[in-house]
């Protein structure tokens, strides 16, 4: 399906009822199986509750505008050329075609290796040579061709949008 067919597409689905939300079907969805994220067709992640499924969220845009997002995408594009899940992964990508180069976006929740074996390490036990969940939202970007301007706009909106997050800069360096 051609970029203009999605787009109408999408366009016309999302204004049933004049809502500015995303049809829930168009969200992705990616998880370390103790947290989870939902992340629209735009690059903004819309859901996301740390440290676990049951916790507060930080971003929960999917039900109030104003109660927390991470978009990662091109500055003049919000509709992508293609979306994906890589074979055999939670790891989503999402393809981006601007005027002036291609993009593609990565998102996955880490899991790392199985770190402490001790009783009471965790709420639950698990097989010998499953893997702990790390809750680390990670996304990637790489430009395949041309350029592309690129935004990066996060906005933690704590407790379900109760509590506004606040960046500061400790230190002399990013280090």
């Known amino acids: 399906m051609s970029e203009q067919g999605f787009a109408t597409s999408r366009e016309s689905r999302s204004l049933l009822g004049g809502s500015p939300f995303p049809p829930i079907a168009d969200y992705g969805f990616i998880s370390d199986c103790e947290v989870c994220a939902l ?3 735009s690059g903004n992640v819309e859901w996301m509750c740390v440290p676990r499924m049951d916790s507060p969220s930080i971003f929960a845009a999917i ?14 594009v919000t509709v ?16 981006w075609d601007t005027p002036t180069g291609w993009a593609v976006v ?6 790392g290796p ?12 698990r097989a010998p040579s499953d893997h702990q969940a790390e809750r680390v939202l990670l996304r990637t970007v790489r430009c395949l061709s041309g350029s592309i301007e690129l935004v990066l706009d996060c906005e933690p909106a704590f407790d379900y949008g109760r509590q506004r ?10 280090g």
């Not at 979306?83 to 999402?94: D, F, I, N």
């Not at 199985?114 to 036990?125: L, V, Y």
């Open 114 to 125: 199985w770190q402490d074996d001790s009783p009471g390490s965790s709420a639950h036990r």
């Open 165 to 174: 997050g606040a960046w500061r800069h400790l230190g002399d360096s990013y």
């Open 80 to 95: 992508p050329a293609d979306r994906r899940y890589l074979a055999g992964t939670m790891v989503l990508e999402t393809t």
């Open 63 to 76: 039900l109030d505008r104003h109660a927390g997002w991470f978009r990662l995408g091109p500055a003049d």
């Open 39 to 41: 992340i629209a067709p």
């Open 106 to 111: 990565r998102d996955v929740l880490l899991i």
